[in-house]
C-alpha cells in the first residue's frame, strides 16, 4: 500500500452508470471501489507508455527499413504491406483513438 504521506484525497463525480460498473468489476476482483479506480487509472497510464514505445519501435524499424514514418509518401504497395501488419494500422490509414471529447 502507498505511503500515507503520497496519497492524496480525491473527490470525483461519476455518471452512475460508469460508478455501477467500477462497484461491479471491484466486486468481482475482490478490490475496494478505490483500489479499482486506482487500479485502472494506472492501467490507463501503462497502455499509452506501451503504446508510445510501440510507435518508436515501429518508427525506427521503419527508418531501418528506409520507408519514411508518414504514410501519405508511401506507395501503394507499403500501404497494403502496412495494412497487414497489425503495429502499422494506425499509420496504414485507420486512425487511432483517440481519449478526446467529441464535440
Excluded at 492524496?8 to 466486486?27: N, P, Y
Excluded at 479499482?36 to 507508455?49: G, K, P, T, Y
Excluded at 490509414?93 to 467529441?102: I, L, R, S, V
Amino acid at each position: 500500500m502507498a505511503d500515507r504521506k503520497t496519497v492524496v484525497q480525491v473527490k470525483h463525480r461519476l455518471q452512475r452508470d460508469l460508478l455501477q460498473k467500477i462497484v461491479r468489476s471491484a466486486r468481482a476482483t475482490d478490490r475496494s471501489v478505490n483500489e479499482e479506480i486506482e487500479w485502472r487509472l494506472e492501467q490507463s497510464f501503462r497502455r499509452e507508455e506501451r503504446a508510445e514505445l510501440i510507435a518508436e519501435a515501429i518508427d525506427r524499424t521503419l527508418k531501418l527499413m528506409g520507408i519514411s514514418s508518414d504514410p501519405a509518401t508511401w506507395s501503394p504497395e507499403t500501404r497494403a504491406w502496412a495494412a497487414q501488419q497489425p503495429g502499422l494500422l494506425g499509420l496504414a490509414g485507420e486512425q487511432p483513438a483517440t481519449d478526446k471529447k467529441e464535440g
